[in-house]
């Protein structure tokens, strides 16, 4: 199939497509009218997790990092989007509108759906009873026992608060690369979209923080027990260390190492807790940071005016770090340089209380007074961060001399020795499950929520954007892309021949003679016709093709011809007819002999006498064929030529090799030629019957006629194989009814 006959295909059907496309977009357009409006209002919470919060910042690869970050927002988001945390605010809803509806001065947010309300009083007050023991602040496990949860949910579907509505209304995303994550709700109602936005919001929070802790207590828990029995292996050891050296009179340093073990635990837990303290400091004051140039992008005016005065605070605050790094690296031995920090610190306090003070005078604006908030807040973390990098410094410190004292401490016995690794190596394993318990329990001391509200949800003032023509255009331009789709389809599914270049391709480049127009047969006048009166597009292509046709039969010496098809209702007769009114109007007599047996034009014409009747009777009787064909007079437009009859026959249901004697039959068509310059003769169908092979042998060419309407089928690909062995004796083919646009 060509492009181009794609293309006329298209251009054929523009109005279906043009009609599919309208009323695709005026659908869709009304059908958007009449929904109803929405309203959106959005939370935005800060997660924590761009400040690496746990992800492992050690890993240097920023590929790795930002893959860990992704990954925490999306285990994050489908936490949110959960069962459990969508459960959780259907439960607050379903506790606010059942009050509100009962005997709360509010009123439901919604009415129940009476298509779904199938649940009596009695199971309202049941639900209403368990909901007002559940306590949402301190909730860690939504679940609850099957029959609870059937009621819940059989009237939170009528309600709209199900997990399935929530989850359409709700939609949670990450904020472009930010360490933000906004949380939208699209209702019907504006009150209704802040409502639960910001319950949704601050209800997550809390249960997120809830399942936290809990899991942090969990970790203490199972480090309490495994420390326990390290402890236990540890002190068995010793024990037996002790009575041994006891036994042999060497001297117990069991004591003495005991008491060491004991400072190193105790300098340890400082440690951890120093460490910690220091990363809090250092998390607050990333996250202040960040939240503070945020919200600094929005007022560049205010920026400038306190780039002079912040720069004074960082060069005092490098000063401060500067010696607190000389203290360190003296371990707090040199006075003046104690001294010098102690002033340093003192300095950049009054600093940052003089900044207040000024700032406060200059802005009385809310707003302004946070700012200068959040500045003192990071300035004091950067302090707090500062003493806990030296304190931990300090400890590292003595614990390393500990240790290097408890190392000392050794019996030459070697048994003593032996025990002494055993007690050192479990001592090691104690005091490593024992920092994971340290930590965790400073992890459960100073649990904090890493997610935080950072904009609560305003209420919306106008609807959202129903985009009701654009979204009207896309439906008009699927529609008529899909149009054009099924039209291109039906038209590669169409193995009919309809054009010239089809007819080539589906035959395998069978030889066309030409084609002709489909024209309204009834009524047609080919007198009308052929005078030009006529000057439709249809009837005047029409018109050429048998001119050529006529052309191509004038230029050749065969004057008998057969014509053949491959099935019935091709038009072979019409054609016939056409050709020899066309040749008749040239001068030329033409004789069309019927000898197509099964199916007879005898009906179709009257036995009325044309001006050859006497000599073409005589010939008929003269060779034995009265009882096979008769005279029979043409149609009225043919007559009027005077140079085209017609020989029927009687509609003997015999092949031809049974009716016509060969020799007969040569030397009756011999002395037809004789008064006429073609003869032309009808054959049955090829693909039913072997009429037409056994007429072959009698004419100079067999021409084989098709309509554009049909179809090479499988049963056909044997019947033009037949064609193609004829070789000069097939002259080719003529393709019928061909639509004038598909004329080339």
């Known amino acids: 199939m060509d492009f181009g006959y794609l293309l006329r295909i298209l251009a054929r059907r523009k109005w279906l497509i ?65 069962r459990s945390s969508m459960k959780i605010l259907t439960i607050h809803m379903l506790k606010h509108d059942l009050s509100a509806g009962s005997n709360g001065p509010e009123k439901p947010f919604r009415p129940a759906n009476p298509k ?18 559940i306590n949402l602040d301190s909730i860690n496990d939504p679940s609850f026992s099957q029959q609870f949860d059937y009621l819940l949910d059989k009237i939170a579907r009528a309600y709209g608060y199900d997990h399935d ?59 309490t027990k495994l420390a326990s029995e390290k402890k236990f292996v540890v002190d068995s050891i010793n024990n037996i260390r002790f009575e041994y050296l006891k036994a042999k009179g060497l001297p117990v340093l069991g004591k003495q190492s005991e008491e060491l073990v004991g400072q190193i635990t105790k300098l340890e837990i400082d440690r951890q807790r120093a460490q910690s303290k220091k990363q809090s400091a250092a998390g607050s004051v990333e996250r202040i940071k960040k939240y503070e140039d945020n919200r600094e992008s929005r007022d560049a005016r205010e920026v400038q005016n306190r780039v002079e005065e912040k720069n004074n605070t960082i060069d005092q605050m490098d000063r401060v770090r500067e010696l607190t790094q000389k203290s360190l690296e ?3 031995k040199d006075a003046d340089i104690e001294a010098e920090l102690a002033e ?81 190596r479990a001592l090691g394993e104690f005091n490593k499950v024992n920092d994971e318990l340290i930590t965790a329990k400073l992890n459960l001391e100073n649990a904090e929520n890493p997610l935080s509200i950072v904009e609560n949800a305003q209420l919306p003032e106008w609807p959202e954007p129903n985009r009701q023509t654009l979204i009207s255009i896309f439906a008009a331009i699927v529609i008529g892309t899909l149009t054009i789709i099924a039209l291109f389809m039906l038209a590669y599914l169409d193995s009919s021949l309809q054009s010239p270049d089809l007819f080539r391709r589906y035959t395998n480049q069978l030889p066309l003679l030409g084609s002709i127009s489909a024209v309204p047969v009834k009524g047609l006048n080919f007198e009308t016709l052929f005078a030009g009166e006529n000057a439709a597009k249809q009837v005047s292509v029409f018109r050429e093709g048998l001119r050529k046709l006529r052309s191509v039969m ?17 038009g072979k007769t019409f054609t016939m007819h056409a050709l020899a009114y066309s040749l008749a109007a040239n001068h030329k007599s033409v004789l069309l002999l019927d000898t197509n047996f099964k199916t007879p034009l005898a009906e179709k014409y009257t036995d009325s006498p044309t001006p050859n009747s006497a000599v073409l009777n005589k010939l008929i ?12 007079n043409p149609s009225e437009d043919l007559k009027k030529e005077q140079r085209v009859d017609i020989i029927g026959n009687i509609g003997i249901h015999k092949s031809p090799s049974e009716i016509l004697e060969p020799e007969k039959f040569r030397q009756f068509l011999a002395a037809l030629s004789e008064h006429y310059d073609y003869i032309f003769m009808e054959a049955a169908s090829l693909n039913q019957y072997s009429d037409a092979y056994e007429l072959v042998p009698f004419a100079d060419k067999v021409i084989a006629v098709f309509n554009a309407k049909s179809s090479i089928g499988h049963a056909d690909t044997e019947t033009l194989d037949n064609l193609r062995e004829l070789r000069e004796k097939f002259a080719g083919a003529i393709l019928t009814e061909v639509d004038v646009r598909n004329m080339n």
């Open 18 to 82: 043009v009609s599919a496309m309208l009323t695709a977009a005026i659908a869709t357009f009304l059908l958007i009218g009449l929904r109803p409006e929405k309203y959106k209002a959005s939370v935005i919470l800060a997660t924590g997790i761009v400040n690496y919060k746990g992800i492992n910042s050690d890993n240097s690869d920023a590929f790795v990092q930002q893959y860990q970050v992704q990954n925490a927002f999306s285990n994050l988001i489908e936490f949110v989007q959960s």
């Open 116 to 133: 779904l309300s199938g649940f009596s009083q009695e199971e309202q007050n049941e639900l209403m009873a368990e909901l007002a023991k």
């Open 165 to 223: 509505a929530l989850r359409r209304s709700i939609d949670v995303k990450r904020k472009g690369e930010t360490d933000y994550l906004s949380i939208e709700v699209v209702t019907e109602n504006p009150v209704l979209s802040q409502y639960i936005a910001n319950t949704f919001s601050k209800r997550f929070l809390s249960y997120y923080h809830n399942i936290s802790v809990r899991e942090k207590r969990k970790n203490v828990e199972s480090y």
């Open 330 to 332: 003296t371990k707090g």
């Open 344 to 424: 340093a610190k003192a300095e950049l306090n009054n600093s940052v209380r003089s900044s207040a003070r000024i700032q406060g005078k200059l802005r009385t604006d809310e707003s302004k007074r946070t700012k200068e908030d959040l500045y003192k807040e990071r300035v004091s973390s950067d302090l707090d961060r500062i003493d806990a990098e030296e304190n931990y410094s300090r400890l590292n410190n003595e614990i390393w001399s500990l240790k290097n004292k408890l190392g000392s401490m050794v019996v030459s016995d070697e048994i003593s020795t032996r025990l002494q690794n055993d007690e050192d």
């Open 554 to 570: 004038l230029q050749t010496s065969d004057r008998t011809f057969l014509f053949v098809s491959l099935k019935g209702m091709e």
């Open 621 to 632: 009787r003269e060779h034995g064929f009265s009882n096979v064909f008769l005279m029979k």
